[in-house]
């Protein structure tokens, strides 16, 4: 009797590999339910408010380093960041009593402070300026003396050569240093004497003193230190949300603009507004 053909083993299917181009799907970020803030969002909230530096508070909250310019600007635009953020700066004034308008009037005082009130380059007079018929004026009699006294000296000593002049009084007595010069001296042609001079600090008052920041010794002498002018002036704009970019319509400016002007001003809003939504459609700020 012949014998069955043996049956052919069939190897199991191996399941089929999903499609190279089928992205893995990714969990959303879990949410604050109170603040509705994910954890990178309320670093970032917490990181702000070190510096007010949005670039760097994006990345201490590891945000991409490469983008964080971007992401810090997108951040501060979400609704939620946003209030986060206010309402910690309203916690830490309260807890502090320092309020916007103090820091506003901090920085506009150093921002609009008078440099002269800390050191002066005047123009003085020279010996000549105020002397009598424009010759050398003395500090005093006793000055004159000394300066004489001090070349009889010098000329007793000299064996050779001719004794120096002695000087005379003929422009007077009563030199003062910090006088104005005068415009018709021949000798400095009322240019006067250049002096730097520094007031007392222990004396300073208003934004003068919160303007002055120490003062340095140098080989040359000393050094007036002052707070940065031009940053005092960048915080005050800052507080007052002048860098802010804003997107704004004003329908009686519109009006006014010829036909041509209109068009222009209009497809540049709207291609702004086209770039925001945009953004907020590729929004990497979560």
């Known amino acids: ?89 309203d916690e830490r004034a309260k807890r502090t009593e320092i309020t916007q308008d103090k820091v506003l009037q901090h920085w506009w005082s150093i921002a609009t402070a008078d440099p002269n009130e800390l050191v002066q380059f005047r123009r003085t007079c020279c010996r000549y300026c105020h002397g009598k018929g424009f010759n050398y004026q003395w500090v005093d009699e006793q000055e004159f003396a000394q300066v004489v006294a001090s070349i009889e000296i010098m ?78 002036l960048e915080n005050v704009a800052r507080h007052l949300g002048m860098f802010k970019e804003r997107i704004e319509i004003d329908d009686k400016g519109i009006e006014k603009l010829d036909e041509v002007g209109r068009a222009s001003r209009l497809a540049a809003i709207f291609a702004k507004i086209e770039a925001r939504l945009a953004e907020e459609r590729d929004d990497p700020a979560n």
């Not at 909230?45 to 490469?66: C, F, G, M, P």
């Not at 010069?181 to 003193?209: I, N, Q, S």
């Not at 050094?223 to 031009?230: F, L, P, R, T």
């Open 1 to 89: 009797m012949a014998k069955a053909p043996a049956a052919k083993k069939v190897a199991p299917k191996k399941a089929a590999k999903p499609a190279a181009t089928e992205r893995r799907r990714v969990a959303p970020p879990v949410r604050d339910r109170e603040t509705g803030l994910t954890p990178k969002q309320a670093i970032f909230v917490i990181e702000y408010l070190v510096d007010l530096n949005a670039t760097q508070a994006a990345i201490r909250a590891k945000y991409s380093a490469r983008t964080a310019e971007d992401i810090g600007r997108q951040l501060l635009r979400k609704t939620p960041v946003a209030a986060a953020i206010q309402k910690a700066m």
């Open 155 to 232: 000329n007793a000593k000299k064996k050779r050569g001719r004794p120096a002049l002695l000087p005379t009084d003929e422009g007077g007595f009563g030199f003062v240093r910090v006088k104005p010069p005068h415009a018709d001296c021949p000798k400095c042609w009322g240019e006067g004497t250049p002096d730097v001079f520094a007031h007392d600090t222990r004396h300073l008052e208003g934004p003068a003193r919160l303007l002055y920041a120490g003062t340095k010794l140098t080989q040359a002498g000393f050094e007036i230190k002052m707070q940065d002018q031009g940053k005092a």
